[in-house]
Every structure is written in C-alpha cells, then in structure tokens.
C-alpha cells in the first residue's frame, strides 16, 4: 500500500514506523521539519516539509497514485481540510481524518468523511472502565 | 439581516461597522482574548467570546436564525470548515469567506464556498490593472451569478477596433459595459467607438474568456493570455 500521513506527531510517526515495518510505502509530510526525528533513524520512508492545505505539495507527496491519506496534525480544521481534498479531489480510495471535536466528527462522517475522533474513543473506553469497577457494598 | 462574522480581525470589525451604518443586526466571534478585551468597548454584546468553528459557539452566536456568514478568520482551513458547517449542518442560506492565501482558492472552489474574497489576489489585479504590458486583467469573479468582470485591450488588429460599440461582434454571453482611454472611463454606450489600445470592461459568463480574447486580441493564443494573467494558484 502507499501511504500518505500528514503530521508527524506521536500519532502519526508512529503510524509511519509501524506501516513501514508492515512493508508498505509511507510518505510523511509535517510543516515543521523538527518534527521528523520522532521517527527515528534510517526511517525509510519519504519526508515532506510542507502545508497539508497545499495541493502542489500533496501531489509531490504522491497523492495521485495514493490508496490511503491519514490526516493527524494536531488541527481538527486542518485534518478536515486536507482529507476533504484527499477524497474529493484527488480520489484517494480511503481518507481519514483525526477530528478531536466530536461534533465536528460527527458533521464530517455523516458526508461521508472518514474521521477517527479520540475524544469518542476515551470516552467509551473510561465509561467501559467505570462500569466494570468492583461495586463498594453500599454502592447501588 | 441577522450577519454571524467569524473573526474579529481587521476585516471582521470593519464589516462589523459596516452592517452597524447600515442598520443590520449581527454577531462578532472571535477567539483571541486580547482582542476581544480590546474591542468589548465598542461591540458590546455583539461580541461572542471563543472558537468560531465549535459549533456549539456558533449555535450560541445564533447561527440557526441566520441570514449571512462572513468566515473571515486569518485561517483559510478555519475558514472553510466554518463555511461548510454553515451551508452543510445549519442551512444558511449565504456564506462569504475570506482566502488569505491564494493558493488556497482552489480548495474553496472544490468545497463549493460561493463566495470568497482573496485580498492577496485582488492586489495582483489591481498591479496587473496599473501594467500596461498585461493586456487581460480578470478583476471580479461572481461565482454563484455566474458572471465575470475583465479588463481587455482592443488591440490594433482586432475586428473591432475603430468600430462603434453598437456594431461590433460579440461571442455570446459577453456585455462591453465600459471604455477605459487616457485614465477615463466612458460608459461603452452604442455609438462609442472603440479606439486600438482602449481597455475594455467586459460582463461575461465563466468560460467565454477565450472567445473574448479571440475577439479583442486576435494575434494572441488565448491559453497564452490566461495564463500570463492568473495569480500564482493552483487552480485546475
């Protein structure tokens, strides 16, 4: 598979490090170039500096012959963004866009945007926690 | 007219003052705490404290009764989702938004924000306008009208030069509305004569530029024109 992921953040360089040792191509594109050392040495994919947002850039990146384009900088409106161009623009096949905001998550998904909102995710996984503690007994 | 401006900027409050003259009711939203505290004097309770593209802020603005948004953050991606919530999520039945890059005209575009407004590339119209060596300036494009404003030379060899307004050919779809000579504009009424080297004011629809320069600019490949006037987009 080739894949483009924007912001090399905690989660998006270690999407890239685990995509790579799964043998598929990866290509990271981040406006700050500091942020490529979180990738750690000899990462053989390709790193972009570059604004997601820009169209020029994302062809550099690739993204006409792309099958998956991971947006995860830490902007909800700049991951919407850039993976709206992704799906709409340039066809990529699957387009997925981290959105922190719920309500903004839900708006996007329902046009059928990919969105993966962390926020939805925690909250179901602490409410899960909550309910499986050991009841005190003068609990309810 | 209910107006929610989104961004408080240099832009945003002067629309605010605008509509104020003009009698419209509306709603400044502006996340920067400097200034909203320097501007609280002045608006009043016509300024909403927090982020314009959480809807929640945008619902508390009274996006839901409203007639126009004006998206005018110094964020484009910002400006686009706010866009989008509005005509998407909340039905609003006109959104204007401001590109401050224009290289991003092109996702605008795509997303289908009707109406926008690149100070950046207005300022390459205006530069292109004052050069003569640019011969076709486009200086207005309004989207949803589907209607375009440009300014084109009448060269020497053009059919047209040296005839009446009234009795020049026209491809469809294209109105000369006014003749720029010597820094004066004449209303391009039909007995003008057009003279070789007159700048043109033409009302067309989108796609009819090349059939205007084949008419005005007869010696020059359209694409060749088109291409020396747009701004350094990435448009299609």
Known sequence: MYVIIVGCGRVGSSMARQLVSEGHDVVVVDEDPSSF???GDGFPGQCIVGAALDWDVLREAGIEGADAFAAATDGDNTNIVCALIAWRRFEVPCAIARVYDPLRARVFARLGLQTVCPTDQARVMMMDAVHACPKSATGE | MFVVIVGAGKVGLNVARSLTHMGHEFIVIEQRRSRYDLLQAELEERLLFGDGTEMWVLEEAGIV????????????EDNVVIAQLAKLEYSVPKVVARVNNPRNQATFDLLDVDATVCAAAMMISMI????????FVPLLSLKRENMELVEIEVSADSPSAHLAV??????????VTAILRQGTALLARGSEVL?????????????R??????????????????????????GE
Do not use: M, N, Y
């Open chain 2, 195 to 207: 003279l070789p080297g007159d700048q043109v004011l033409c009302l067309l629809a989108p796609g």
């Open chain 2, 209 to 234: 530029e090349k059939d205007l320069i084949r008419s005005f600019l007869p010696s020059r490949r359209p694409e060749d024109v088109q291409a020396q006037a747009s701004i350094d987009t990435i």
């Open chain 2, 65 to 76: 009764r409203c007639d126009l948004v004006v998206a005018v953050t110094g964020d484009d």
């Open chain 2, 128 to 135: 292109q306008h004052e050069l003569p060596s640019h011969q």
């Open chain 2, 166 to 175: 009234e009795d020049i050919r026209l491809p469809d779809g294209v109105l």
């Open chain 1, 37 to 39: 050392r979180l990738l």
